[in-house]
């Protein structure tokens, strides 16, 4: 319980504009409302109506905006009541809380080159970041690996085949698991396909740690890391080991 004089957390209300399911259990939601004060790379804690008393935090894919447009990129965790949820289920006009910006990453953008890793919907802060660093006006060279269990867990290929080509310093590497698809068919990647993407020449293989490694060591760089913990301390791990400052990284867990 709060005491006299205690207050709240701030919160801001925004409200689901886009809800596109791209994978069996990964969706891009896109909300409008209240200007959030966040800075890019940050998490956020979020509540929908479905859950009114449950609070998960999500990193926006876009800095911040004052007409207050936010995009969260959500994977359903296995076994997460919530995730899923937010994937199946969130519908336009849903109205989300948003609040307690916390940690996040940090780029300078006069600094030295950067290098960033995402694994997964670990991409959505690595965006911002990077759509933050287009507003200014010499950007550091910027290398993003990319990293999915196949194919077609590249889920936003098509958006980063089209950044990669506007931004003259931007470097987009994709990695993949495996270099093949699974069999069973997943009815939302069908529907949402496109034919703007990395070609199977593009594709590097193996774990993002083993491919980012295999680069040797980013002694004179800003390294970011962001994916599951699992893909994270594997990472850190290889950086470390090639020679790379633990000084000079900055990494988050989903």
């Known amino acids: 319980m709060l005491g006299n004089g205690a207050q709240h957390p701030p919160e801001w209300t925004s409200t689901v504009v886009g809800h596109h399911r791209l994978r069996h259990d990964l969706a891009v939601i896109r909300l409008i409302g209240e200007f959030v004060p966040f800075a890019a790379g940050q998490s956020v804690e979020v509540g929908m109506p479905q859950h009114p008393h449950v609070r998960r935090r999500l990193s926006p894919a876009l800095p911040p905006s004052l ?6 990129h959500v994977r359903a965790i296995p076994g997460g009541w919530c995730s899923g949820t937010m994937v199946a289920d969130t519908r ?4 989300w809380r948003i609040g307690t910006p916390r ?3 940090h780029v300078d953008p006069d600094g030295e080159e950067v290098v960033m890793v995402a694994g997964g919907t670990g ?4 965006r911002a970041q990077i ?5 200014t006006p010499t950007p550091p060279q910027t290398y993003l690996f990319v990293g999915g269990r196949s194919p077609r867990d590249l889920y936003a290929a098509d958006m980063l085949h089209l950044l990669s080509g506007e931004l003259p310093w931007l470097t987009v590497i994709p990695v993949v698991e495996d ?3 699974p069999n069973r068919v997943d009815e939302w990647y069908e529907r949402s396909r ?5 070609s199977a020449d593009d594709l590097l293989h193996g774990t993002l740690a083993e491919v980012v490694g295999s680069h040797g060591a980013f002694t004179k760089h800003q390294v970011l890391v962001c994916g599951s913990p699992a893909m994270v301390a594997s990472t850190l791990d290889e950086l470390i080991e090639t020679g790379t400052p633990a000084e000079r990284i900055q990494f988050e867990g989903l």
């Open 194 to 198: 496109v034919d703007i993407g990395f």
């Open 123 to 126: 991409l959505a802060p690595m």
């Open 131 to 135: 759509l933050e660093l287009a507003r």
């Open 92 to 95: 336009p006009g849903d109205e």
């Open 179 to 181: 270099l093949t698809d």
């Open 67 to 72: 007409d207050g447009k936010l995009e969260f």
């Open 103 to 105: 940690g996040g990453f």
